[in-house]
């Protein structure tokens, strides 16, 4: 029986300058595209690879990747005593407190991708039983786009089009590229990082005109209760040998997780007075 591992390595040897990741301990393989390979290689998964299923595709936005709205280590600045409106109900990207004030204890935020926008798909063989994670980034971030796949897996159709409703990727080639979710006269993509979380305009009725209308938000005024946090403890370990190593580090748990443990021997049954043996 092929591995992880193995599998990895014949995945490697095909697409050459391709990443590729397994992710301990279940062994989870992912596949790193660059955007002008993505459906010449999705082709070859499904022909030579013998994924004839796709489950899943999304989108993913890193605007934003590695900080976070409460990063801040001094008790008198950032969300302490309320929030003040900055922004669409949240910090912008750049006005966290750390931007603005010395952090003694603060932690350098992780480097984010180069590229903006990437799409995410899940493959399925049911032949080899196995599961795939291929992901490409837009090669543009002003104008995010790349070959629809809907001609290897027609199922590809509608996670195509709500991926462009929701995130504003285009797929080339895609036969009915148009919104699928928000409403017709919807402005903007609602799962961008920069999306206004009221969002841009609110519909209601108006009886004097006898029509629907469209007007700037009004209605609704947003107050950050629960920042954005990035966490890193065990509770994201994915490894066995890290979760163990962050319990041990971080106090959360004992101190003997992950260590081989000596079966317990099993207690003799008590005679009870009066039975025969």
Known sequence: MET???????????????????????????????????HDACRVLRDEFGFEQMIDLCGLDMLGYGSDEWDTGVSSEGFS?????????????????SAQFPQPQGVAPLEPP???????????????????????????????????ITDLWPVANWFERETFDLFGIAF??????????????????????????IGNVEVRYDPERQRVVYEPVTSVEVRVNVPRVIRDDARYAT???????????????PADIGKPTTPPVPNPSPVRRGSVR
């Open 4 to 38: 992880p591992t193995m599998f990895a390595e014949r995945l490697r040897a095909r697409f050459g300058e391709a990443s590729v990741t397994v992710a301990p301990p279940r062994g989870e393989i992912g596949l790193e595209l660059e955007p002008g390979d993505w």
């Open 81 to 97: 005593r309320g929030v003040q409106g900055r922004g669409p109900g949240r910090f912008r990207f750049g006005e966290q407190p």
């Open 114 to 148: 180069a590229r903006r926008f990437a799409v995410v798909a899940q493959l399925l063989s049911l032949r080899h039983n196995r599961r795939l994670r291929v992901r490409a980034f837009a090669a543009d971030d002003a104008l995010p786009a790349l070959d629809s």
């Open 172 to 197: 080339t080639g895609h036969p009915d590229l148009r919104r699928i979710l928000t409403d017709y006269g919807f402005i903007g993509h609602p799962f961008r990082k920069d999306f206004p979380l």
């Open 239 to 253: 490894a066995i040998g890290a979760d163990r190593d962050l319990r041990v580090d971080s106090g959360i748990g």
